[in-house]
């Protein structure tokens, strides 16, 4: 839900987006992929070291909590080109929003079938989508994902 969510708020800041996923719905994958990437659910993530970790000059020593901004990984230039624009075309499909290695979320799937879904939805059913970013409330959660998100839908 957060997904959707997050995306529906990326389709509201930028509506041509959103208008290039209503003339071409086939980009829906595309565009749940660059959700992922620059609204992520899961901004930051905590782990617990479990051996002396080199990183860069610093060595970390084990039982050391460490935090991972991974909304600041999927806006790395070094590796995603013009990465402060939204462009559901993006084919840099390398973001970390659903972690990774042993940490890999085993829901990823699902979320991403659900989100085409809706994306699909939308897109043929609304000319445009309207978020009163105003009013938008976060839910109180571990996750990035608006508790109540006042929406208007333009029909077609």
């Known amino acids: 839900i957060g997904l959707i969510a997050n995306g529906m708020v990326c389709f509201s800041r930028y509506p041509d987006q959103y208008e290039r996923l209503s003339a071409e719905p086939s980009l829906a994958g595309l565009a749940v992929e660059e959700c992922l990437r620059f609204e992520p659910s ?56 659903f972690g990774g290695g042993i940490h890999f979320c085993l829901g990823s799937h699902l979320a991403r079938m659900n989100a085409e879904i809706a994306f699909t939805a939308m897109a043929e059913r609304f000319s445009g989508i309207e978020v009163d970013e105003s009013k938008l409330e976060w839910a109180p959660s571990l996750f990035r994902i608006p508790g109540k998100i006042p929406a208007q839908f333009r029909r077609r």
């Open 42 to 97: 899961v901004p930051v993530t905590r782990r617990t070291l479990w051996e002396d970790t080199v990183f860069g000059d610093v060595t970390i020593p084990a039982n050391s909590t460490v935090y991972a901004l991974l909304v600041c990984a999927n806006r790395d230039p070094e590796v995603f080109s013009d990465p402060d624009r939204f462009d559901i075309g993006r084919r840099e499909a390398r973001h970390c929003s």
